[in-house]
T-cell receptor, first 115, second 113 residues
Framework: TQLLEQSPQFLSIQEGENLTVYCNSSSVFSSLQWYRQEPGEGPVLLVTVVTGGEVKKLKRLTFQFGDARKDSSLHITAAQPGDTGLYLCAALSRAGGTSYGKLTFGQGTILTVHP | GAGVSQSPRYKVAKRGQDVALRCDPISGHVSLFWYQQALGQGPEFLTYFQNEAQLDKSGLPSDRFFAERPEGSVSTLKIQRTQQEDSAVYLC???????????FGPGTRLTVL
């Protein structure tokens, strides 16, 4: 089983600050996904990264996949109160011959952005 | 609605009671997943259905947990003789065949007293 370590576990910042969340493992990922979850809701997919060294941008969010595909980061520029939530990374794995991807989640980073 | 729906949203059970949690996936989605999310943690995989076939139940924590999807659409997760450690949010997700995008429902928060 792949173990995903996310850091930091909690992050409390002021509006306008930048932040980075990290997701690390000793295992190589075939692909990795980032989700955002708000209280009382299910996780919502933000991005999927597949290629080592890949960088994807989603407005003020920048996602990077490590060259060795063992780690990933999420960087938020000029955070806003609406960015508040639980950010989860998840490794997508497929057992041999299966057609479905099983997700293994990190423990999450709780981000609070104060106005 | 077009999304995944779950009911009830909240369930309080006394220890030892049986509970049934329902998931309505997005229409036409072949794949259906159940996850358990403890407070302050990421979701953990419980089981997977492709249509009505339960192809993976490796994450079910004990034989008290049972899931079914008899007609390949709605799914029910049943927990027998609930224990306090079963208290968690139970999430359902669906996806189209061979897609890596899972759409999650809002979850059912189960509290066992």
């Amino acid at each position: 089983t792949q173990l995903l370590e996310q850091s930091p576990q909690f992050l409390s910042i002021q509006e306008g600050e930048n932040l980075t969340v990290y997701c690390n493992s000793s295992s190589v990922f075939s692909s990795l996904q980032w989700y955002r979850q708000e209280p009382g809701e299910g996780p919502v997919l933000l991005v999927t990264v597949v290629t080592g060294g890949e960088v994807k941008k989603l407005k003020r969010l920048t996602f990077q996949f490590g060259d060795a595909r063992k780690d990933s980061s999420l960087h938020i520029t000029a955070a806003q109160p609406g960015d508040t939530g639980l950010y989860l990374c998840a490794a997508l794995s497929r057992a041999g011959g299966t057609s479905y991807g099983k997700l293994t989640f990190g423990q999450g980073t709780i981000l609070t952005v104060h106005p | 609605g077009a999304g995944v729906s779950q009911s009830p949203r909240y369930k309080v059970a006394k220890r030892g009671q049986d509970v049934a949690l329902r998931c309505d996936p997005i229409s036409g989605h072949v794949s259906l997943f159940w996850y358990q999310q403890a407070l302050g943690q990421g979701p953990e995989f419980l089981t997977y259905f492709q249509n009505e076939a339960q192809l993976d139940k490796s994450g079910l924590p004990s034989d008290r947990f049972f899931a079914e999807r008899p007609e390949g659409s709605v799914s029910t997760l049943k927990i027998q003789r609930t224990q306090q450690e079963d208290s968690a949010v139970y999430l359902c997700a669906s996806s189209s065949h061979r897609s890596d995008t899972q759409y999650f429902g809002p979850g059912t928060r189960l509290t066992v007293l």
